[in-house]
């Protein structure tokens, strides 16, 4: 069987955060090279510091690289301006944050339907889109309800639509489970999985937790910024 | 759902933080258009106070020998810009019998007629005269005597008596720009060719159009004459009015000015408090794929909405607020209470500036919520003060100072108007709130340990609340810098003004009772000094008089400047009716003695001249070198005044007579003066008025113009309250979650409320300080900049109450408006305090 063609690849990619001098410059990620196929769910996994979560923010264009490149369906997005760069995040990167990030003032339908509305879409295809992928995540009947009136497992599900509701090229979803109990992230962990499987969808996940590590197609354990090991057997530098 | 649904949303989930953004934008319209209403109330107030004192504004032409000149000597002046009528005028002593009365009275003798038309003497009934046998009389004359229009008087003049017709009786108010004591008024020609005198006139006076430049046509109109005439701005009539009215308008010009930029400033904080709260909504939409562009126009959008409906409410409010304040400036200047004038403009141009300041105070905080770093954004943890923001700040805050004090030099050297130090003095106060931040977290910490013991954990936490967020602290603290330096420094400025021309006038009339020469005022006649002698000897010849100084008043130039050459007998016994600078008393009066003079303050800026200088003086065409001795503070006249002994003035100038008698009664006897006093003004054609009248009349002005300056200072602390009030809510609201936190770690309610005020009292004691000292440089850069006009330096005396009132009033603002948020805040139930974004 062949291996999906790639999707998302970095090269040398390198993260420092500078304290204002030399010293006490800190080297986040030190130079990782790794390539992820379409329907691939990767679990990124290591311990607190070891470099996951800047990785995953590196790849979804949160933060710029020290050095290195992030190629997204052959985008290099360091070359890209702050515009650019937004409009990718928009339109072919799905995100799914620890604590949901759901703007308060909004319905779920909303919230849902905002990356289309950011991206000039009708307020029709808004709301076409809105309701499907919540219908993917089994919240369409939460649609109407405000974040505060949702538990933190609707929430993150509501999170998750509104990550899909682009049909962007990758899911990034940074400690998807980190605040919710262990029924609900069963049940978050569950939803990732059918997405792979029944929609081809790319997911990045970056958990500490191994139970949902083990979930992924695939783990890759970052230690001291650089990729330990990869279950895929990528190279290691 | 699009960018402008997810603002209502916000605005809807979040009314209070909303409305907080409109109500400063509300706050600070209707601050500007009841600010500038009540300005140009006291302007017109002023205006109409001056009109009360010196009539309608005028500039005189005179004989330069201060004898009578042929009218038609005066050259066409009628076309010069600014110059609404030449009027000449003719005054005659007279006697007037009605009935058994016979009664001393000064006829003015002018084209009545005219003047009617113009609008520039008012009839309270009846017509003017226009034959040979008819008359005009002062309406309270006529009033007291019972006389009404139609009836007949027996008018007794040099050349015969003639039994006169009254065709009309003249408002008093109307009189009283030209006519200077006279209460009959006849046509000029009649009264002329009753006299001895033909087509000869004591003056004409050249009336200008209101709001003209004096000076301007005073120069333009000197230009035409010829060289035997003079033009003067008449001397001693308005000349204290003048100063005083110029001071005043220049601290006007500063509390209008401080009180906007405190509007405004109030404006920018609350819309960068009200994005900067949103910090991390903003960085989500961002990391959805919002672009900068997109969030930035998501925050002008709302900023310009806001902005816009705060100002339809400002507007409505400031024009409410407008009335009754107009109505209290009118009053405090005992003037009458017209319309509140509104100019056309004012409305829209508030309106316009507040949805352009919203949009533009938006601007720089939307430009930083979409340049933060995308993960720093989506932080719980508020967002540290760029270094960057720190060092602009600093830069600017030199910047600003540098200009200020510039603009101040600039003044010092005739560079820059005196106005222009309103616009140094709003640059240094923004110099100022650019430096808060710098000040303001020592001085916190500092004070913070001055918090007693038992409420040691709360002062600690309120202390490090105000430390993590240096800017937003600096700008709430901001509004009150701006608002106790505003109280401290024009309150300074005001009363040292005041009691620097209350000082001044103490000293120049010091006597029960003062006569003044009605007619020719201001001209010290040759001819008259026989006449002069006379009063005086009359005047001291009366029981009950200790003391009689005369006062000479003429009109002379130096170095082509007008000024006003004052005669005065000085007596040994009474103290000396000066004020020197630089130099003793003992040492001007022994340079007075030596036939020296002293020379105002003014005068000498305007000249350029020098304690030592010899001066050539020219008085009544003749003239002569004087030294000057010294120099005085001197209010006459501008203080352009030339002071000399009357001895001296008489040998040098041939100044004889004596335009104004200050009488001094024996201790206890000053009433029983009255009578004999009023018997020697009627037959010498004097004004009397007792000392307290005329302090009365003084008083009035100055506590009037005071008055309408508080009015606006109040206005401006209203202004400045709701500001804070309105900023320490936001301020309070946005601390909501932090405030649940430390309820969720067991802090008390009360312990919290307490907490949150203890942070708002430091922050108004930090900002108190600090405001102090700006309003002591504010204070000194004021009275800095009213030297031009006065001519000599003002002494800064710092008045404790004047302090302590407004720092109270800053801690008591800062202490409710916390208190008051707090405990709302308070309430909420700890779930709902934990989530709030």
Known sequence: ?237 | MNLRGLLIRQWMRRPGRALAAALSVAVAVGAAVATWAAADASRVGYKRLTEAVAGVPTIDVTARDGKRFDASAVPRVVDVPGVRAVVPLFYRPSLLRVGESRLREVAVGVDVAALVSAGLLTLESGEPCREDDEVVLDATLAKGLGLAVGDEVLFFARRRVARMRVTGLAATDSLRWFAEGATVVADIQVLESMSLSTAEVDRVRVVLAADVDREGVLAAVAQRLPEALVAEVPAGRASLADDVLHSANLGLDFVTALTLAMAWFIVGNAMLMNVAERRRGLTLIRVLGGTGRQVRRLVTVEAAILGALGAAVGAVAGLAAAAPISAGIARALQTRAGDVVVHPLLVPVAVALGVVIAVAAAWWPARQATSVDLLEGLSVLPAKPPRESMRVLLVAALLLSLVAFGCELAMAFGFLPPRASVVSGVVLLLAFVAFTPFFLIPLVRILGRLVPSRWRIEGRLAVEQIVRQPIRTALTAGVLVVAVSNGIGLGHAIRDSVDDVLGWYGKMLRADWVLTQAGALSVSRQDRGAASREMEAEARGLDGVADVEGIGVATGRISGQVCVVIARDLPSALPLPLVPVDATEADVRQALERGEAVAGTVLAQRTGLKVGDDVIVEVFGRKTPVRVAALVVDYTSGGASLVLRRDAARRLFGMEAADVLLVTAVEGRSPALREPLEAIARKHSMFLRSFGELRGFIDRIVSGVVGSLWSILGLGFVVGSLGVANTVTMSVLEQQRSLGLLRAVGMRRGQVVGMVVLQSVLLGAAAGIVGLVAGVTTALFIQFASQPLLGHPLALHIRPGVVVANLLAALAVTALAAWLPARRAVKLELLEALSTE
């Open chain 1, 1 to 237: 069987m062949h291996a999906p063609p790639p999707i998302l690849r970095t090269e040398r990619l390198e993260k420092t955060f500078s304290g204002g001098d030399a010293e006490s410059a800190v080297a986040a990620v030190g130079g990782v090279d790794f390539q992820v196929g379409r329907g691939e769910f990767v679990a990124v996994t290591g311990a607190s510091g070891s470099g996951k979560s800047t990785l995953l923010h590196m790849l979804g264009g949160i933060t710029r690289p020290t050095a290195g490149r992030v190629l997204l369906e052959g985008v290099d997005l360091a070359t890209l301006d702050d515009d650019a760069l937004a409009a990718i995040r928009r339109r072919r990167i799905g995100f799914v944050f620890q604590r949901y990030n759901l703007l308060p003032e909004l319905s779920l339908l909303e919230n849902v339907s905002l990356p289309l509305a950011l991206d000039g879409a009708t307020p029709a295809r808004c709301e076409a889109a809105a309701r499907a992928a919540l219908e993917a995540v089994g919240m369409a009947h939460r649609g109407s309800h405000r974040p505060d009136e949702l538990s933190g497992g609707e929430q993150q599900r509501g999170a998750i639509a509104r990550a899909l509701v682009t049909d962007p090229a990758v899911v990034l979803a940074d400690e998807p489970t980190g605040a919710l109990d262990s029924a609900n992230s069963a049940r978050v962990v569950e939803l990732l999985q059918r997405l792979v499987a029944e929609r081809q969808q790319t997911v990045i996940l970056v958990t500490h937790d191994p139970a949902v590590a083990a979930a992924a197609g695939r783990i890759v354990r970052m230690q001291d910024g650089l990729i330990h090991t990869d279950s895929a057997g990528t190279p290691r530098p």
